[in-house]
């Protein structure tokens, strides 16, 4: 994603590049099957890409130039920066004193091991795992007492199917933004080279939730629409242009999709853990806040407790927690502070802790595929038909790999620190997926601790929320839902 960002700019300093010419040989070949999963992948060129590209158009266009990195701007004091230590002190701020800070946990190196202390009478360890994205590993985390009794509730409350076919109400958008074929190939063609290669195609349309197109798919689509003459597996822009249509996503729905083939197979359910829930949710939040050290206030006003299933065969391929944040995209969770009228929307997910609730016969790893890599580059994900991001077929291929344990936490940041004591760019590391339950079932639940990039849409919203308690505490949940699925992989 972050490629296709840097793109906007360039993208109108520079004509469209002139697609090369070429020959059309029509191959007689088509079969319905081929249809059908080129009906799929043009669902997300409409559907999904269109929103994609139209949230950096609209980056781009209220920006103007050069103002895409930070989430907020225009108070550079010229400090190196580093993480203040948090007992430093407030730090002056262009509207508002700064009262919050997020300390953040040291990794010193992998493996390193550090005593924390969670409960009474014991000291919990936590190994550094990596420290791009920082993620530690806490065993025992939760007794088995515990991990029993949060798969009980989560059954009690019942769990539904994670995945939703088709994001809907998105064309109206695509309309207004009326693209012409040529400039969705443009923000298309990440590296500019006038042809559209499997991995842009597939990178790009990877929704969460949405459809798992492999390479055989796309080619399989290239040759039942002979988009693809010559089969190396390249679109130009004429090429590109003759796959246009409309009626798909009705298609798609008619269709049905097995599970195996969507981007999440699994099913949930959220927990809340705020006053009134069951007093083991009430301490595992508590514990969580000792463990990161953050304002508990900010835990406590984060989602819910996201409890998930899988069975045999379940899988999630990776993905990232949370969306890279603009000025112009509103967090969920602080859509109540927000005033801007931007329909751009995504999760805003600081930390991620994940508790394993069992440990799994086979498979169910959790794998983070570029941990500690050296570069990171969102087109050398695929390469040579080895796609890192399927956790169906590549999870041998990652980085690092954490084995279910009942029990053990797993705590990451979805984003950078912003040198300041506050949130940053969102970590492009922190890209993780469920690998396929090979053997039995898999239980695990996520506590994700949301704070905006925005600092003063953060305390604005804590503002709103302490009123709303006061006058009307009945009524007053604010995380009872958080629109619970918003998981968003931008
Ligand atoms: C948002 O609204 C609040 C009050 O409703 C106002 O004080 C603030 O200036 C507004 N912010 C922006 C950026 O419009
Ligand atoms: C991982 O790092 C290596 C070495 O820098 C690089 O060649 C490779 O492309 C990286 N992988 C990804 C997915 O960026």
């Not at 080279?193 to 492999?214: K, M, N, P």
């Amino acid at each position: 994603m972050m490629e296709a960002q840097q793109s906007v700019p360039e993208e109108s300093a520079h004509p469209v590049p002139a697609p090369p010419r070429r020959e059309r040989v029509f191959l007689q070949k088509s079969s319905v099957c081929s249809r059908s999963y080129f009906m799929v992948v043009m669902v997300f060129f409409h559907v999904y890409i269109i929103n994609v590209i139209a949230l950096l158009l609209y980056v781009h266009y209220n920006n103007g130039q050069g103002e895409l990195g930070g989430a907020r701007g225009g108070e550079n004091s010229g400090r190196a920066p580093f993480d203040p230590p948090p007992h430093q002190g407030p730090e002056p701020r262009s509207r508002s004193e700064r009262l919050m800070y997020l300390p953040r946990i040291e990794g010193i190196r992998v493996g390193h091991v550090q005593k924390v202390s969670l409960v009474p009478d014991r000291l919990h360890e936590m190994r550094t795992l990596s420290l791009k994205p920082l993620l530690f590993e806490i065993p025992g985390f939760l007794s088995e007492e515990e991990c029993r009794l949060v798969v009980q509730l989560a059954q009690l409350k019942g769990l539904t199917e994670s995945q939703v076919m088709v994001p809907e109400g998105q064309e109206e958008l695509a309309e207004q933004l009326d693209l012409s074929p040529e400039e969705i190939f443009n923000l298309l063609d990440l590296n500019q080279d006038g042809q559209l290669q499997l991995q842009e195609i597939l990178t790009q349309s990877r929704v969460r939730d949405g459809i798992w197109l492999t390479p055989e798919n796309l080619r399989e689509i290239y040759t039942g629409l002979k988009a693809d003459p010559d089969g190396d597996g390249l679109l130009s822009l004429a090429e590109f242009k003759q796959l246009s249509s409309n009626a798909f996503q009705r298609f798609l729905q008619q269709r049905g999709v097995q599970s195996s083939q969507l981007v999440r197979n699994s099913r949930h359910t959220w927990l809340y853990q705020g006053e009134g829930a069951h007093h083991v949710l009430r301490e595992l939040q508590k514990r969580v806040t000792r463990l990161t050290r953050l304002p508990p206030q900010l835990v406590e006003l984060s989602e819910p407790l996201q409890v998930v299933r899988y069975e045999q065969g379940g899988h999630y391929h990776a993905h990232h927690d949370s969306g890279p944040v603009y000025p112009e995209t509103a967090c969920t969770h602080t859509r109540l502070a927000a005033n801007s009228s931007t329909p751009f929307e995504t999760s805003c997910r600081y930390i991620t802790v994940l508790f394993y609730l069992n440990s799994v016969e086979g498979g169910g790893e959790t794998t983070f595929p570029v941990a500690d890599n050296r570069t990171y580059e969102e087109m050398s994900l695929i390469q040579n038909d080895v796609d890192l991001l399927d956790t169906r077929k590549n999870c041998d291929k990652g980085n690092l790999r954490v084995t279910p344990t009942k029990g053990t936490a797993v705590l990451w940041y979805n984003y950078l620190s912003d040198g300041k004591g506050w949130v940053g760019e969102l970590d492009e590391y922190s890209l993780h997926g469920g690998c396929v339950v090979t053997r039995g079932t898999k239980w695990i639940a996520n506590n994700w601790i949301n704070v905006d990039p925005d600092y003063e849409r953060q305390v604005r919203y804590q503002q709103l929320v302490s009123q709303a308690h006061s006058t009307a505490s009945e009524r007053s949940k604010p995380n009872a839902d958080p629109h619970g699925d918003a998981h968003q992989d931008l």
